[in-house]
């Protein structure tokens, strides 16, 4: 049986992400923590780490990228793409720390099997509650296209 996360931490984290990501783009996410953990898009967070690691992933994201959720949160958030595209990742991830968010990013991304798939029009953004502490930063994204 796959582990859930803990029901206070999905409310919480999931109105930290909605709420940065209100302030940041002026745009509103669903609030409430199950319709965020269950939509039919994509929703990831990292945290601050030296090599940030995943601490957040609905079930679209788990299902996606084949991980659980407890494999999911221990996984460092570069591993999300595959070596050669580490560079532009991190210079995205630097961009949105400078700007807060970014809209329209694409990338390659590679699954727990080796698969790849590209995103295309994601939304990045700073995680940052309303005392301007920085948690982390996220990324919503829907548009997906299988590679060989």
């Not at 109105?15 to 745009?27: H, K």
């Not at 991980?67 to 070596?83: G, N, Q, T």
């Not at 807060?100 to 953004?125: P, Q």
Request: aromatic share 10%.
């Amino acid at each position: 049986m796959t582990a859930m996360p803990d029901e206070i931490f999905l409310r919480e984290h999931s109105a930290l992400l909605a709420q940065s990501f209100e302030r940041a783009t002026g745009q509103r996410l669903p609030v409430d923590a199950l319709t965020l953990y269950g939509a039919p898009f994509a929703v990831v967070s990292h945290g601050m780490q030296a090599d940030p690691v995943f601490n957040y992933a609905n079930l679209f994201a788990q299902q996606l990228f084949g991980y659980a959720w407890e494999e999911f949160i221990a996984l460092p958030s570069r591993l999300s793409a595959r070596a050669p595209e580490r560079d532009e990742r991190a210079r995205l991830l630097e961009l949105v720390t400078r700007q807060g968010y970014i809209e329209d990013y694409a990338g390659i991304r590679v699954r727990r099997n080796g698969t790849l798939f590209r995103i295309s029009r994601a939304t990045v953004w700073n995680v940052v509650d309303t005392g301007g502490v920085l948690h982390g930063q996220a990324a919503m994204f829907s548009d997906i296209e299988e590679l060989q």
